[in-house]
């Protein structure tokens, strides 16, 4: 497959004001007939044909200007067809068989329904087409099939006629106002029912709004539509932005390849980001919900009437639509544990893109297959470096540089410059070098020292911008760095200051400190960076008791801890050594669980352990084994230390509401931490105690927490409970789910068995990607399970690589990633990874998107 590069950019040589599709449905088989008004592009050098693209459609006809034509040909998938410079009309039919696409792109079946995913290429599954985002088009779409089978007929924008066909048809006409690319299109067709409300938007229109589910599904769909409303009025609030059709739909779905599409007046869910009770979706599941909500409907601006001008800019809508859903998730739910939550996530999945051989920059430069491009590079990095200009600028200005990017580009698609440059010019900043963040990969690394001499404290910052592929040699990059000195004896400190190292090296001395102060930096984690310093372990239990920062904090004591598991699994660390650490641990663990001050959300998250990814992260080459082990008897010790504080605190919490507020939320929270320790102090007690939660749970916070524990711990009560589980949800796909992810990620042994087992189950299915990542993705995220030395764990997730590409590609190459990192694993496990791959890479046939991530991963 041919790489595509940036540089190589061209405006497409035609416009295609309006397109017309009219579809004949039918499960297996669709008839398209599309009707595309075409003309010259002034902006583009002209050209005598056009090329449509295609994937694995033939043309069953095609009409120029009226007449049949024959002068067209295929060149392989795409269409081109001579033409006239002067304007057209094209009409094409093409004949496809939704039922037998299996890849979840284009338009195809799903419980009985028809449905489209058509972001990136999707759309030329359905119709010959300029499939690229710059080419936007005013749709009007048609369509009629069976009403019995297909009682919903919806598309983008408003509907504008519907009415009664021949043979127990009927058809609905629809008309979407606003030019849109091909990849914002979406049709769905199928027997739902929607929960229905309204909207009334600052300036005063009604927008009705509708959520389409199965009909048994629609008791749980209060959330999403609450969620809806909040996204819809914050983003007034928040952005100025207002809605801008009659109507917005939501269809939630079943096999789904992402979490959601913000297709133009009619956005596609999977069901498990839309459907939620408290029997059946937990805490966690409840903000999924509001925040995917969120970020769908903010792409009606940010992606929608602003687009992108190529995939490369795909960061221009994903990195600020994050952003906007993170503050709106953080003005919903509180500041401080969402920033933990959004930072642990970038952490444990983000760092180790950068640092491993699929890292690229935010605006990537070539790629093969767009849709591996999808990624937390893309998405999250890309909302920190937006944050990272709004923290330079201040939300005010901010807010300037955002107005001014939507009045100027509004109905365009523009490029991730086209952004920078409007915050600059409405912000009033100086991007100059700060746009390196857009072109190179890699996370920084901010050395940081503090000395003190007589009554003058300095601080040192050092930046380095590691090697990544293909980009050897880094330049700086400005990075805002908040940060506060405290005072040992009195615990406060001087206020907190700015600071945009923007060389490599930079040093600013502090008057006035007789004893040296504490120092807590990158604040609010004000930059995506790796700080890197000696602090003694008394400052770090000094910061996370003390940091009014509440970032800082949790910082402070992942710096704790990780600092410790580091050292313990290097050399030369001795049984005094490994005592020592762990006190100091044990030390600021007690102070979180009896501060008063502290509410319990935040307690738990102060109480949750670095995950395993990000301590191995932190070294050159990890022994997966070694920080398994040395982690979980951490854990151990500390349920053995704490463990009269951690049964009090259970029997505290559990005393607490069921409710959804944040009292009740966090008292849920801190429940399941103190199990997760005592199972590994005192598993007899932790079984007792995790099956009497089960059995008392009136939430699915609280049963699957307490699951997780027993899932983990042999014995009998996990039997009973997994069976129990498994009995109360049969039938319900989402909770099945939970089923599957539990036992694949469980602490258990034997978790590796389980998984085989699981794998043929009569529930386990390859077709629905939410099945098959239940399973998969939680085995290769669960450590000793993934990294067994004797390598079948590699095993098994390159077999599902290969069963799983011919029928969907786009999540088979998902899988890639974790094989991937095997240049950061000791030699024993690495060479096995290795070996996978090249298994997978010398298979004949392998996808576009396989391909690119298995010879990337080896290269
Ligand atoms: N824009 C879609 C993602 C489409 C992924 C295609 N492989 C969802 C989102 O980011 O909102
Ligand atoms: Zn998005």
């Not at 497959?1 to 416009?15: L, S």
């Not at 999707?122 to 009629?144: H, Q």
């Not at 008309?175 to 938007?201: C, E, I, N």
């Not at 959601?260 to 498990?272: C, H, P, Q, R």
Request: glycine residues 8%; charged residues 25%; contains cysteine.
């Amino acid at each position: 497959p041919p790489v595509i590069r940036r540089e190589d950019y061209k405006p497409f040589p035609w416009r295609v004001p309006t397109t017309r599709l009219d579809f004949a449905l039918g499960v297996e088989a669709t008839r398209v007939t599309a009707t595309l008004a075409v003309e010259p592009n002034p902006d583009a050098e002209p050209s005598s044909e056009i090329r449509l693209s295609g994937d694995g459609l033939e043309p069953a006809s095609v009409t120029v200007d009226g007449h049949g034509s024959n002068s067209w040909r295929m060149e392989g998938s795409d269409l081109v067809i001579p033409l006239e410079q002067g304007a057209h009309e094209l009409t094409i039919v093409t004949q496809i068989d939704p039922s037998a696409n299996s890849q979840l792109m284009g338009l195809y079946a799903s419980g009985g329904m028809l449905c489209t995913q058509c972001e990136a290429e999707g759309f030329r599954r359905i119709a010959f087409f300029p499939d690229r985002p710059d080419v936007l088009s005013t749709y009007t779409v048609r369509m009629e099939g069976p009403k019995r089978q297909f009682p919903v007929l919806l598309s983008n924008g408003n509907r504008t006629a519907a009415g009664e066909g021949g043979d127990g048809n009927h058809w609905a006409e629809w008309h979407d106002p606003w030019p849109k690319p091909s990849y914002l299109f979406a049709l769905v067709a199928g027997d739902l029912v929607a929960r229905t409300d309204t909207f009334t938007t600052m300036s005063g229109r009604t927008v009705e709004l509708a959520i389409w589910v199965r009909g048994e599904d629609l008791p749980r769909t209060e959330h999403a539509m609450e969620s809806l409303k909040k996204s819809m009025k914050w983003d007034e609030e928040t952005f100025g932005r207002e809605y801008d059709l009659d109507v917005f739909n939501i269809v939630a779905v079943g096999d789904f390849n992402m979490g959601a599409m913000e297709n133009k007046g009619l956005n596609v869910f999977n069901t498990k980001y839309v459907l939620a009770d408290p029997e059946t979706a937990t805490d966690g599941d409840y903000d999924g919900i509001e925040g995917v909500i969120a970020h769908e409907y903010f792409h009606n601006w940010s992606g929608n009437r602003v687009t992108c001008r190529d995939w490369f800019q795909l960061s221009l809508k994903e990195g600020f639509t994050v952003l906007r859903d993170q503050l709106f998730s953080q003005d919903m739910q509180g500041e401080a544990v969402n920033r933990i939550e959004d930072v642990r996530l970038l952490r444990s999945v983000q760092y180790p893109e950068d640092s491993g051989p699929l890292a690229h920059p935010i605006r990537p430069d070539s790629f093969r297959e767009i849709s591996n491009f999808y990624t937390a590079t893309i998405y999250n990095k890309g909302a920190e470096v937006i944050r990272m200009m709004r923290t330079m600028a201040g939300p005010e200005r901010f807010r300037q540089g955002t107005d001014l990017y939507f009045e100027r580009h509004d109905g365009e698609a523009a490029t991730c410059e086209d952004f920078v440059r409007a915050i600059e010019d409405g912000a009033g900043l100086d991007l100059t070098q700060f746009r390196r963040w857009y072109s190179q990969a890699g996370t920084p690394k901010v050395e940081v020292e503090l000395e003190h001499d007589g009554e003058t404290a300095t601080l040192t910052l050092r930046q380095t911008v590691p090697p990544t592929p293909g980009q050897p040699d880094k330049q700086p990059m400005p990075i805002p760095l908040k940060y506060a000195l405290f005072d040992r004896a009195t615990g406060a400190h001087r206020g907190e200051e700015l600071i945009v190292l923007d060389g490599t090296e930079t040093q600013i001395a502090f008057g006035g400190f007789a004893d040296k102060p504490v120092l807590s930096i990158n604040r609010g984690f004000s930059a995506p960076v790796s700080i890197e310093r000696d602090t003694p372990v008394e400052d770090l239990v000094f910061l996370a008791a003390n940091d009014d920062d509440s970032f800082a904090r949790y910082e402070a004591m992942q710096e704790l801890i990780v600092g410790h598991l580091v050292a313990a699994v290097g050399e030369g660390f001795s049984g005094d050594d490994r005592e020592a650490g762990r006190a100091a641990i044990g030390r600021a663990m007690t102070a979180i669980l009896a501060d008063a001050g502290l509410d319990d959300q935040m307690r738990g998250e102060l109480m949750m352990l670095p995950s395993q990814t990000y301590v191995a992260e932190q070294l050159l080459v990890a022994d997966p084994g070694r920080i398994h082990a040395e982690r979980e008897a951490l854990k151990g010790w500390l349920g053995q230390r704490l463990e009269d504080d951690l049964v009090a605190m259970h029997a505290r919490a559990s005393k607490a509401s069921d409710g959804m507020d944040a009292a009740a939320r966090g008292a849920r929270k801190v429940k399941t931490q103190a199990l997760v320790y005592l199972a590994a102090g005192n598993p007899d007690l932790a079984a007792q105690m995790a099956a009497a939660q089960y059995d008392a749970a009136t939430t699915m916070t609280d049963r699957q927490g307490a699951l997780m524990v027993l899932a983990g711990l042999p014995g009998i009560e996990r039997t009973n409970k997994l069976i129990e589980f498994y009995n109360r949800y049969r039938g319900n796909a989402l909770v099945i789910d939970k089923w599957f992810s539990l036992q694949a990620s469980s602490l258990h042994p034997e978790a590796i068995a389980h998984v085989k087992a699981l794998a043929d189950h009569p529930d386990f299915t390859l077709k629905n990607p939410n099945r098959v990542r239940s399973l998969y993705m939680a085995f290769a995220g669960n450590p000793h399970a993934f990294h067994d030395p004797s390598g079948e764990g590699y095993r098994m997730i390159a077999d599902l690589i290969l069963a799983l590409d011919p029928l969907n590609a786009q999540t088979a190459a998902r899988f890639v990633p974790p094989l991937g990192r095997w240049r950061r694993i000791e030699p024993g496990r690495a060479a096995l990874m290795r070996a996978q791959l090249e298994r997978i890479a010398a298979t004949p046939g392998l996808s576009r998107d396989t391909f690119e991530q298995v010879t990337r991963s080896l290269g």
